[in-house]
């Protein structure tokens, strides 16, 4: 199966051979499409990020109608649209008025697309799912929505220990969970792999994102005696590792 990011450049490299002219002009159509969606996302994402439309109670009042419309985008086979929309709707999520005018049931909504979203994703360092990660936070930690926690923890991070790609939206939407208190034995177990990651990734932003999550795991969340006696017994261990 062809990842997202191959389907989005067939796009524009596949070839005429073999094909009819039916299927040529429905390609071209496919390609003009998501060309004007991304334009149009592209553009209110440009100008709310440069404050030439003001994310204000009004704006936030008149881009509701566009909400079906940009979860809709999120299924998109181009990156470049569904990551432009992520940015918007994680943009419209984190402004002050995103609770008063969202609303609970809409932010459910958003977050179950997401998972959506994700569970497609052929990676969790893909660029998508790494925004989707950051809106999904956002929507975390503003009010006690249900969300799907044991997969996401169990899949966010299953690509965790490579050295490349960025990781910081896994990593936040990691801390909107610890926030939470939410006690499941995966948090646990995932700790445990953030601990090491802290000591053995040979990535700093790595390292100092695992260091960070482990300290407001540590002071937090709740934990045994024997819980915290196991992660102290770690540290101390690691504190001359080089």
Not at 22 to 44: C, K
Not at 77 to 87: G, P, Y
Not at 93 to 101: L, R, T, V
Not at 194 to 202: A, K, T
Request: proline share 3%.
């Amino acid at each position: 199966m062809r990842t997202e990011e191959q389907v989005q450049d067939t796009l524009y490299s596949e070839t005429d051979g073999g094909h009819t002219a039916s299927e040529r002009h429905r390609e071209s159509d496919v390609i003009g499409n998501h060309l004007l969606v991304e334009f149009a996302v592209l553009t209110l994402l440009s100008c709310l990020k440069k404050r030439v439309i003001p994310l204000t109670k009004n704006t936030m009042s008149q881009l509701l109608p566009l909400l079906p419309l940009l979860l809709h985008s999120l299924g998109s086979r181009s990156t470049a649209v569904v990551t432009n929309t992520l940015q918007l709707i994680n943009l419209v999520i984190n402004s002050s008025f995103a609770e008063e005018i969202l609303g609970m049931n809409k932010q459910t909504a958003i977050g179950k697309r997401l998972i959506k979203v994700l569970r497609k994703c052929p990676s969790a360092l893909h660029p998508v799912a790494q925004e989707a990660f950051k809106a999904l936070a956002s929507i975390i930690r503003s009010n006690s929505v249900e969300f799907d926690a044991k997969f996401l923890l169990q899949w966010s991070f299953t690509d965790l220990e490579q050295s490349t790609g960025d990781k910081q939206g896994a990593f936040t939407l990691l801390r909107a969970i610890l926030g939470r208190g939410i006690v499941l034995p995966e948090v646990y177990d995932l700790m445990d792999q953030i601990q090491q990651l802290m000591i053995r990734s040979q990535s700093s932003q790595a390292r100092q994102l695992s260091s960070s999550t482990l300290l407001q795991f540590l002071l937090d969340y709740p934990l045994g005696n024997k819980r915290m006696e196991h992660h102290l017994q770690f540290l101390l261990i690691n504190l001359n590792y080089e």
